[in-house]
C-alpha cells in the first residue's frame, strides 16, 4: 500500500536507533540515513545512529556506536545499542553487512526486542536462491518494510514469500530548493551527477555531444562528483580518465567536462538549478531507487534518464524523458528537444516542481515518525 498518515494513538514522539552507513563514508545510503535522522531531530524524536564500520569512523555525536561485520560480540553489541530505542530502523543493502549477501543482518535483528523497520533499498528483479533467502528472513523479522517505488513495491509482494501487510512505500526523501533558482546563462548544461564509477553509462552522454555540440547555444556537458570511494579503492580514476579520453578521441573535450569537487547538500541543489537538464544515462536496468533522481526532481530540472524502473516510474508524468539503454539515437532526439524548444523544458521542470512537495524530507520523516507509533501502540495493545 501508498504509505498515508493515520490518526496518532502513540502520543509521544517515539526515539530511533538508525543502522546504517555515515559520513565521512561516502555513499547514498550514508546520505539518506543522514537526511532521515537529522529530519527525524527536526520533529522532535532523539536519534542515535550506530554506523557500520566502512571507512573512517564518524565523529558525529550522533553517532552511538560501530557495527564491525563479521564480529559476533559487534553484532551482539549493535542489536543491544539499537534495543535502547523505541524504534530500529534498518538500512538494508546486500553488500552492506557481513557474511554472504550480507546475511549477518539476520542475527542483528533477532537480537531486536524492539519494533523494527526495515528499509529495502534494493529489491532485485532477479535475485539469487540466497540474495532471496536473505531478503524474505529480513522481512519475516521486520515489523514493518519500507520500499520507496511502486516498482520495489510490487516486486517484494509478488517476487519474494513475504506478509504483503508489512510492505509500505514511503518516498526517498529530498532537500527541496530554499532559494529562487538563478536565471541560467552563458552555454546551457547537460548534467550528471552523484558518485562517478562503472555502470553510470556517462559514455552515452559523451557519444551523444557529438551531434548535439554544434546546437545554437554551444551545450556542454558537467559530469560533476567523485569517483566512488569502492570504486577507487580497487581501480583507481581508470573509469574517470577512460571517459577524459573518449571525449578527446570524439573532438568533443571542449564541451564536456569533469568537476570532482566534494559538495554539501545545499551546493549541490545550487548546482542542478544551474542545469538545463539532468541526465542519468544509468546502465543498470533493475535499479527501483535513486536519489539523484528524487534529488533533480526536487530542484525542479528536467530529467532524461535510461529506462530503470525508478526512472520509469517518476517520469511517467512527463516530469522528464526515459530512452531505451541501446537507443542512442533516441537519446540525441530528447536531448536535443529540451535544448532547443523551451516549451518542452519548461513543461518537464514544471512537472518536476509538482512533484517535489511529495518528496520533502520533513514529510518523509514525519510518514517514518507516524509508522513507528503506529507499531508502538499495536504491541501496547497486545501487551
Known amino acids: 500500500m501508498q504509505y498515508s498518515a493515520s490518526a496518532k494513538r502513540f502520543l509521544r514522539t517515539p526515539t530511533f536507533g538508525i543502522l546504517s552507513t555515515h559520513p565521512p563514508t561516502l555513499c547514498g545510503l550514508a546520505t539518506f540515513s543522514v537526511a532521515l535522522a537529522v529530519n527525524l531531530g527536526d520533529l522532535g524524536a532523539e536519534v542515535g545512529v550506530v554506523q557500520i564500520e566502512?571507512?573512517?569512523?564518524?565523529?558525529?555525536?550522533?553517532?552511538?556506536?560501530?557495527?564491525?561485520?563479521?564480529?559476533?560480540?559487534?553484532?551482539?553489541?549493535?542489536?543491544?545499542?539499537?534495543?535502547?530505542?523505541?524504534?530500529?530502523?534498518?538500512?538494508?543493502?546486500?553488500?552492506?553487512?557481513?557474511?554472504?549477501?550480507?546475511?549477518?543482518?539476520?542475527?542483528?535483528m533477532r537480537g531486536l526486542t524492539v519494533p523494527a523497520i526495515v528499509v529495502a533499498h534494493t529489491v532485485l528483479k532477479d535475485p539469487t536462491p540466497h540474495q532471496r533467502?536473505?531478503?524474505e528472513d529480513v522481512v519475516r523479522l521486520a515489523d514493518q518494510v519500507v520500499v520507496m517505488s511502486d516498482t520495489a513495491r510490487e516486486r517484494l509482494r509478488s517476487g519474494f514469500a513475504v506478509d504483503p501487510a508489512k510492505v509500505v512505500t514511503i518516498p526517498h526523501g529530498a532537500a527541496l530548493p530554499t532559494t529562487p533558482a538563478l536565471k541560467r546563462s552563458g552555454r546551457p548544461t547537460l548534467l550528471t551527477w552523484g558518485l562517478i564509477g562503472p555502470g553510470k553509462g556517462i559514455e552515452r552522454v559523451i557519444e551523444a555531444m557529438v551531434s548535439l555540440k554544434q546546437l545554437p547555444g554551444r551545450p556542454q556537458y558537467l559530469i560533476a562528483g567523485q569517483t566512488h570511494p569502492k570504486v577507487l579503492a580497487s581501480q583507481g580514476e581508470a573509469y574517470r580518465e577512460g571517459l577524459v579520453e573518449q571525449a578527446e578521441r570524439l573532438g568533443v573535450s571542449d564541451c564536456v567536462s569533469f568537476d570532482a569537487r566534494y559538495r554539501s547538500p545545499k551546493s549541490v541543489t545550487a548546482l542542478i538549478q544551474t542545469a538545463a537538464a539532468v541526465v542519468l544515462p544509468y546502465d543498470s536496468k533493475d535499479q527501483v531507487t535513486s536519489g539523484v533522481l528524487v534529488d533533480s526532481l526536487a530542484s525542479g530540472r528536467p530529467v532524461v534518464a535510461t529506462a530503470f524502473p525508478h526512472a520509469t516510474e517518476l517520469l511517467s508524468g512527463g516530469a522528464g524523458s526515459v530512452v531505451g539503454h541501446d537507443d542512442a539515437a533516441g537519446l540525441v532526439n530528447v536531448l536535443n528537444k529540451l535544448l532547443t524548444d523551451p516549451r518542452v523544458a519548461g513543461t518537464m521542470a514544471n512537472e518536476a516542481r509538482q512533484l517535489a512537495p511529495t518528496m520533502a524530507w520533513p514529510v518523509v520523516a514525519a510518514a517514518y515518525v507516524d509508522v513507528a507509533q503506529r507499531l508502538l501502540s499495536a504491541r501496547a495493545a497486545v501487551a
Request: hydrophobic residues 35%; glycine residues 12%; aromatic residues 4%.
Open 54 to 108: 566502512d571507512g573512517p569512523p564518524s565523529q558525529n555525536d550522533r553517532v552511538v556506536g560501530h557495527l564491525v561485520n563479521g564480529s559476533p560480540a559487534s553484532i551482539a553489541a549493535c542489536s543491544a545499542l539499537l534495543n535502547r530505542n523505541d524504534v530500529a530502523i534498518i538500512q538494508h543493502e546486500y553488500g552492506l553487512y557481513g557474511g554472504t549477501d550480507g546475511d549477518e543482518v539476520v542475527e542483528i
Open 133 to 135: 533467502s536473505v531478503l
